[in-house]
């Protein structure tokens, strides 16, 4: 109990609480904050992309912006017949206007950190998995994976450039690949009349600078499958699934070991 005779102690208010930190240093923890953020999104959930040529035609124009997913592969998960995904190069599948990457230090910093979309990598469909057979074609110019034809009146661009059958770039409508090695899958482009994909890369009859089993893409080299295309806005959405592939038989059992 006190008096009024009694001195009275008083405490400054600023002398029972801690300084904030000055304005420039709070600004640097939320750039690093971000930038930490962002580096998690990119390395765990998705990653932006632009698409850098017409090989996926129609679905995807030349320089639409999509988002990657990982989480998927994440927990495990396997591509499968018909993802759309983005992988790096095998070596030697890119062209010189694939490969451009920002010139402005800070656009490309961004790009680096997930902030923008980058290339550098190539985006195909999963035409063929471990222990598949892919022919081209039938007598209607379908391809044909483990003998069942393929229906890809959704997805594939009509090209009267191809020979008559949907694949490849190079018009050969005579071929096979597969089957498909362990830890690797086989891709092809949408817009079959114009996309440098396995089957540019496959050893036809007759030909002697090719290397056998350069068609496959090492499952490892896959950065994510498509998820959302974010650019142009008028087109803003997930990109559909397909069901091409529903009636093929499962031929994994088949599969032979990666060289």
């Excluded at 320089?63 to 759309?84: A, C, N, T, Y």
């Excluded at 086989?186 to 540019?200: E, K, L, P, Y």
Aim: net charge negative.
């Amino acid at each position: 109990m006190t008096t009024d005779d009694e001195p009275t102690t008083t405490r400054s208010v600023g002398s029972s609480r801690s300084r904030g930190l000055p304005l420039w240093a709070e600004t640097l923890v939320l750039l690093g904050s971000a930038v930490v953020l962002a580096l998690l999104i990119k390395t765990v959930l998705v990653q932006a992309f632009y698409i850098p040529s017409v090989s996926m035609e129609p679905g995807l124009q030349e320089d639409d912006r999509i988002l990657v997913e990982k989480w998927s592969g994440w927990f495990g998960g396997e591509p499968e017949r018909g993802d759309i995904i983005v992988f790096e190069d095998p070596g030697g599948w890119l062209i010189a206007g694939e490969v451009s990457e920002p010139g402005n230090p800070v656009s490309s910093l961004m790009g680096r950190i997930g902030l923008l979309p980058t290339g550098g990598h190539l985006v195909k469909r999963v035409i063929g998995v471990p222990g598949d057979v892919i022919e081209c074609c039938d007598s209607e110019g379908r391809l044909t994976v483990n003998g069942v034809a393929l229906d890809e009146d959704a997805y594939v661009l009509e090209d009267k450039a191809v020979r008559g059958c949907r694949g490849p770039m190079t018009g050969n409508c005579d071929w096979s690949a597969g089957p498909v090695p362990e830890g690797t899958v086989f891709v092809m482009g949408d817009n079959r009349g114009n996309s440098a994909d396995s089957t540019v890369h496959m050893c036809l009859d007759g030909e002697t600078e090719c290397v056998p089993g350069d068609e496959f893409v090492p499952t490892d080299l896959i950065t994510g499958r498509l998820w959302l295309r974010v650019w142009p806005f008028s087109s803003f959405g997930g990109v559909g699934g397909t069901d091409a592939f529903e009636d093929v038989p499962d031929r994994s059992d088949d599969a032979p070991e990666a060289s």
